[in-house]
């Protein structure tokens, strides 16, 4: 499912406008965007968890000519799958 499919089926599941729903879910994923660029988690029981993780600089090699090279540090987005979910798919 793409982002379309998803406000298609959210405005024919509410009965609303595609519009309509196309202002949802922008602000749905603006919101948890926002929630977890600020260090927040953004939590949705029995859906799962976003959250950030930072990954300290590193040395690396280059696969080709072995060469170490440095590797900056990073922001990861996780999510983890809440145990409903989880559930469902199994």
Do not use: Y
Not at 19 to 35: K, P
Not at 53 to 76: F, Q, V
């Amino acid at each position: 499912m793409n982002k379309g499919e998803l406000i298609s089926s959210v405005a024919a599941a509410a009965g609303i406008t595609k519009g309509q729903a196309t202002d949802a879910v922008n602000a749905v994923f603006g919101n948890i965007e926002s929630c977890i660029k600020g260090g927040d988690k953004a939590a949705f029981v029995g859906f799962g968890t976003f959250q950030t993780t930072r990954r300290a600089a590193r040395d690396g090699r280059n696969p080709a000519t072995g060469a170490t090279i440095k590797i900056p540090a990073k922001t990861l987005v996780k999510f983890k799958a809440g145990k409903a979910l989880t559930e469902a798919v199994n």
